[in-house]
């Protein structure tokens, strides 16, 4: 399964109204901590790869953690198949003991790089994620991602272009730099 | 916390017998099938490390699954930090999706290189874990092995020594390679 995503900058207040309006349903909050690691072999930068262990936690309408336990995935992301809409092949699984996978990649010579923090909002609209991401120093953003087979993936994209036109947003600013990359760049300036 | 373990050869029926005698407990019974991956950027034979997932099942008296899950583990094994009783630094969690594991270390350029099968029968004896092992392709073993932190370690091992003898057997004939070393030893033969 590919994973097709798109992203732009997005006012959140502005697109609740309209969320509201097109009858998406309202999922959960989640607060995300995403440490991205630097390999000890490869130039992830220049290969295309990531390397991430990500700490969430489920929180109510106020920000507050919600009773359900904090969970810790590990994730790997490939390099590139479709460039248009930031398609990759992706592996991720639940861990019991972040302490422990964190020891385990230390062992082995990866080291923590970056850290993206960000509160999100899920919604579904007509078949896709709609999630609205407030990132720690980047500011409001809104993404479209549905799951899609190899050959389903342009009619998918497409679809994702609709939604965000729905939205009242426009197609051509799309951002397809991600969030870690967004925040190097500010870093750098 | 260090992991010490003394390992030798050892037949199993005598050895339940003598357990039996010195009033060990029974803990339960597990099939492990250990997968030992290669590192692209390390040759873990000479750096005395390794990368391991783990597929464990428990299985009642007669080798049969029993009714819990199989559970999927990653674990990692630092250089020895105390040969005499191969006390490392190891570090250990458990997985949600064994092919999504495999999927992220297959990403990152490790590749699996040699599988260790094993069914274990545990017992505790005071205060240490005796496991009587029978490895695909190398026959019957005992471990004894107590978590000890860094102060503890000597006096943990002379137990652990204790209690090989105690169980009728040689301390002498302790043998510090791994079964996976045994295993790539006797195909080099």
Redesign the interface.
Known sequence: MYEVELKCRADHDALREKLAELGAEHVDNRTQTDTYYD????DFAETD?A?RIRHEQSVDREGQPANSEAVTK???K?PLVESESKTR?E???????EA?????LS???FEPAATVEKDREFYTLEGYTVTLDNVRGLGEFVEIEREATEPEVETVRDGAVDVLSALGLDPSEQIRTSYLGLLLAAEDT
Request: aromatic share 4%; no cysteine.
């Open positions: 390999a000890p072999h490869r790869e390397l590990i994730t790997y490939g092949e592996h991720e699984t639940v861990v019991d003991s422990a996978l964190e020891g385990v062992g082995l010579g």
